[in-house]
């Protein structure tokens, strides 16, 4: 493990766990590597309060991110009437969260994005009084028209490209489908906005389209979330909000360099959520890539990354990889290196070193097929293939009882009735919730840490 740090940036450090010995002939080296950040919660030499505290910051000074609020005002808000008056609430709690100094607008959202805050093609600083004045705005939103998330997406790029920041952060709300754009305008406008800034997605009440929701928050590194009751929209956007608040430097890539005959059979995030980031590697050399992570505040995250080796002989070692955490230089400059750590191959013929699995390669391999199979059964239930449901829906419940994912096991238990949690014996339920087999779906890439 090394470590590299900056003044007033946050630490960080990697750390690397895998079993290096493989058998004779044995060619993929499975890591989980460890990333850390501590020690942030300053700007510029001037400490800032952290976001869970009240929302003093820099006095007459500019944070260094950018936030838009993208309220959905489409027809469907309406129904019911309060679903509108939550979403504005909860949106006012946010702006009640921005720290001062951070600049930040409102787009209401239908098959247009509307500025409703501050207005004229730029942000606001947040402060009491342009706080006050974008709660004032919030309540002449009103429900009318359509849903066309890429236009919201395109306009909160717009706004936030106007900002010399280092975070650029965008909450999304959405209660229903995308249903006047295309597929592939909602593809091409996420295309677009990937890398330049981080989303969370929220969907509320039941009506909207979970695999919608998800993709957007996937594609701009953000997290999504199910809110099946309006009235829990503001302690969620407080809580979203203090998250983007907790930010302190973006863009950090995850940097994997192999020799010459190894090859990335596939890199992850497992925890705190499986997020697959294979087919998101930028070349940065002959035989190193980038992988995209956002922006960090203090935290960790954990990451499955699988190398292909070539064959060697008993006795022989070699660096399978070199994984670095590096913050890319927008001019293209040589990248600041923040963390690194090693993972390795050694060939042996002792049979018990070459076949024990990794206690943390093993824990989230489970948790990666955990979300896998909850998928696979949500999609068999709806298309009307219930012994593929119940016996990937049974895998999943055994998933999560043996991995201690208590919260899955929980949302799984609102779907079947479990006859046996430890060899996954269910039986499907003969009437769901619609918000209780949506919350599994949106939540099933949750996983829990590995117990140390």
């Not at 090394?2 to 044995?26: C, H, I, R, T």
């Not at 992850?268 to 890539?289: I, N, Y």
Request: glycine share 10%; with cysteine.
């Amino acid at each position: 493990m090394a470590n590299f740090s900056k003044s007033n940036a946050p630490q960080f450090s990697v750390d690397v766990y895998q079993n290096e010995y493989l058998p004779e002939g044995g060619r993929d080296v499975n890591a989980i590597v460890t990333i850390t950040a501590t020690g942030g919660g300053t700007s510029g030499g001037i400490p800032v309060p952290r976001a869970s505290a009240s929302p003093a910051g820099v006095p007459g000074g500019r944070a260094d991110a950018a936030v838009v609020v993208m309220v959905d005002c489409s027809g469907s808000m309406d129904y019911p009437p309060t679903k509108m008056r939550n979403a504005r609430d909860a949106t006012a709690a946010a702006i009640d969260t921005l720290r001062d100094g951070t600049a930040f607008a409102v787009v209401g959202g239908t098959h247009v994005a509307t500025e409703v805050f501050p207005g004229g093609g730029r942000l606001a600083t947040a402060d009491p009084a342009t706080r006050e004045q974008a709660k004032k705005a919030l309540r002449k939103l009103s429900a009318g028209g359509g849903t066309a998330i890429g236009t919201w997406l395109r306009l909160a790029d717009r706004l936030l490209s106007t900002e010399d920041v280092s975070i650029r952060h965008g909450i999304l709300l959405t209660d229903g489908r995308n249903e006047h754009e295309s597929p592939e305008d909602l593809r091409a406008a996420l295309d677009a906005c990937a890398g330049r800034f981080t989303c969370d997605a929220r969907g509320v009440g039941t009506d909207w389209e979970v695999k919608e929701v998800t993709g957007i928050a996937s594609a701009l590194l953000g997290t999504a979330d199910i809110v099946a009751d309006p009235a829990g929209l503001a302690a969620d956007f407080t809580q979203m909000m203090e998250h983007a608040m907790g930010k302190e430097v973006a863009d950090v890539a995850l940097r994997i360099w192999t020799p010459v005959g190894a090859e990335i059979t596939f890199v992850k995030q497992v925890a705190p959520s499986v997020e697959e980031l294979t087919g998101r590697r930028t070349d940065v050399g002959p035989r190193a890539g980038d992988y995209p992570t956002g922006s960090w505040g203090d935290e960790s995250r954990d990451y499955h990354v699988c190398v292909r080796v070539p064959h060697a002989g008993v006795g022989q070692e070699m660096l399978a990889a070199r994984v670095s955490l590096v913050l890319p230089d927008p001019a293209g400059g040589p990248a600041q290196p923040l963390a690194q750590g090693l993972v390795r191959a050694v060939w042996t013929d002792d049979m018990a070193a070459s076949t024990s699995i990794n206690p943390q390669v093993a824990h989230y391999t489970g948790q990666a097929e955990l979300a896998q199979v909850i998928q696979q059964g949500l999609d068999a239930r709806k298309s009307g293939d219930f012994d593929g449901a119940t016996a990937k829906l049974g895998r999943a419940v055994q998933l999560a009882a043996a991995s201690g994912n208590e919260d899955t096991a929980k949302l799984l238990a609102k779907v079947v009735d479990v006859v046996d949690a430890a060899t996954g014996t269910v039986r499907l339920k003969a009437k769901v919730a619609e918000a209780d087999e949506m919350t599994l779906e949106t939540r099933s890439t949750k996983t829990v840490r590995v117990k140390k």
